[in-house]
């Protein structure tokens, strides 16, 4: 009976080195694993942000509809995976701006979207200032960021 206790103890001493061994290779692959930047991330939220102007100027409200739900899928990205960041806190100030635009969109309002559009670049330059990055300035876009895409409805699946 105490040759089988002396074995179980000495196998699982065995088993725990394995498995922290396992854990600290783990842990040290995570470590490395790459994430985006959180300028990587603000750059995508600036592309979405011109694509929904333009799709918006374009009564593309499908589209619309869809860089909006883009730009808020990069912010919670910010949230999640830049915490260690002072200026992921702050992100949350930009939700009732892209709700407003949400709602213009589903209204399919033109002069709303304008609006919430202009309240959305505001929100977004009051954040730049509130982290420090007031040099960072938001505007409304001029031209479009792509030439090979179209912001017309005429190409919606759904009319």
Not at 1 to 30: P, W, Y
Not at 40 to 56: D, R, T
Not at 62 to 78: K, M, N, P, R, T
Not at 116 to 136: A, I, P, Q
Request: glycine share 6%; proline share 3%; charged share 20%.
């Amino acid at each position: 009976m105490f040759v089988v206790g002396i074995c179980s103890c000495n196998q699982s001493g065995k088993t725990n080195k394995n498995l922290e061994a396992r854990i600290d290779s783990l842990e040290k692959k995570l470590a490395d694993t790459y994430k985006p930047g959180f300028g990587e991330f603000m750059s995508n939220i600036q592309m979405h942000h011109a694509k929904l102007w333009f799709a918006g100027q374009a009564q593309n409200w499908e589209l619309a509809g869809f860089e909006v739900h883009e730009i808020q899928e990069s912010l919670e990205a910010v949230q999640k995976y830049q915490t260690e960041r002072k200026e992921s806190k702050e992100a949350g100030m930009l939700y009732p701006a892209l709700d407003s635009v949400k709602n213009a969109i589903g209204q399919k309002n033109v002069a709303l979207f304008k609006n919430s559009f202009v309240l959305l670049t505001n929100s977004c330059n009051n954040c730049h200032r509130t982290t420090g990055f007031g040099f960072n300035v938001v505007k409304i876009p001029d031209t479009p960021p792509l030439s090979n895409q179209s912001f017309s409805n005429n190409n919606s699946s759904k009319k």
